[in-house]
């Protein structure tokens, strides 16, 4: 089914409009620059009804991604919430994946267009395990990518930006185009950086270990799996890693809001430990699922209920 041809409602400059109507003109200038920067969130249908998980620190990373490429966001943290949680409820989605989007308009072309207008939108719709449940639950195989990830220097690797997601497109068509799930993408020194949309990690000797986030995006996924791990006592390091540090793990696994925790059991045709979920690995991934649903204890401010319509309002500032 096209992403355009859809039933329900997408928020647009603080108006809910047809799903079908939700549409741009061709000159937009985000559609030919790269220049915009966007989230991915996910509701899930939790214990007590549907809830968007990390919603505050999603739309902090939002913010962040536009301050970084000096874009002026006309609305503020609290109106980009409001408009994901009734865009939810709206939709009457009992679990989605939330993608706010901010570019700039039509109002000029060129590269020195400096007229244009920041625009924003927040869809959702329902997304079921990125990596596919198989993956979820027997790993996935990986390779790594001739491309290199961005240069700290060439796009600004903490700001979600669009434009960055050639890098991750080149690398990841290259990766399936040799039969493999996912791209595993190196730094330009040839240290592990991150997958096309994932953080990270591997274990080796009880140890988990996750790349400095020096030209990786700062995943809210491998935040959330610290913080798990810590509270299993297991002992974390965040440190350069090699591929071939991976090769001889014992386990490896992404992270993500879309791919969640998805293993990883092979890594350019070497088998990584047994070859399937590892045992630290399903014990995170099950601690992060019983998180998310809320059937175990989240920190304050982890989960936040979708609302119904009207319930916000949004207010475009300048
Ligand atoms: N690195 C990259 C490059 C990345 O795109 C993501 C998210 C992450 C790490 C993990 O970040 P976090 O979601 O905060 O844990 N990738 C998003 C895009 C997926 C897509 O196909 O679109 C996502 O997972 O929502």
Redesign the pocket.
């Known amino acids: 089914m096209s992403m355009a041809d859809r039933d329900g409602v997408i928020w647009y400059d603080g108006q809910f409009v047809p799903w079908r109507e939700a549409n741009t003109h061709v000159l937009t200038h985000s559609l030919h620059y790269g220049l915009a920067v966007f989230e991915?969130i996910r509701a899930y249908d939790t214990v007590n009804g549907t809830a968007l998980f990390r919603l505050a620190d999603h739309i902090k990373r939002l913010r962040g991604s536009a301050h970084i490429l000096g874009m002026k966001l006309p609305y503020s943290a609290l109106d980009l919430e409001g408009a994901c949680r009734e865009t939810v409820g709206r939709n009457a989605l009992k679990s989605a994946y939330v993608r706010p989007l901010c570019f700039y308009g039509s109002e000029g072309m060129g590269l020195r267009a400096d007229n244009l207008k920041v625009h924003a939108i927040v869809a959702a719709w329902e997304w079921a395990a990125y990596l596919g449940a198989d993956g979820i639950e027997r790993g996935i195989r990986v390779k790594t990518s001739s491309y290199s990830r961005h240069h700290v220097n060439v796009t600004m690797c903490k700001a979600?930006v669009t434009g960055a997601y050639l890098n991750?497109m080149l690398a990841l068509h290259e990766a399936r185009a040799a039969g493999c799930d996912e791209a595993l993408l190196l730094d330009t020194e040839g240290y592990v950086a991150?997958?096309?949309?994932?953080?990270v990690f591997i274990v080796r000797d009880g140890i988990l270990y996750t790349p400095e986030l020096t030209s990786?995006?700062e995943?809210?996924?491998?935040d959330t799996i610290l913080s798990l791990a810590s509270e299993l006592g297991v002992v974390v390091r965040e440190k350069r890693l090699t591929r071939d540090e991976i090769y001889i793990a014992d386990e490896a696994f992404f992270?993500?809001?879309?791919?969640e925790v998805t293993p990883i059991r092979e890594l350019d045709g070497r088998v990584i430990g047994d070859g399937e979920r590892g045992p630290l690995t399903a014990r995170l991934q099950t601690l992060y699922f019983d998180l998310v649903h809320a059937r175990k204890a989240a920190p304050a401010g982890w989960l936040t209920p979708v609302t119904s319509a009207a319930a916000t309002r949004t207010k475009r500032h300048g």
């Open positions: 991915g979600k991750s991150e997958g096309s949309g994932e953080n990786a995006l995943g809210i996924t491998r992270t993500g809001t879309a791919a």
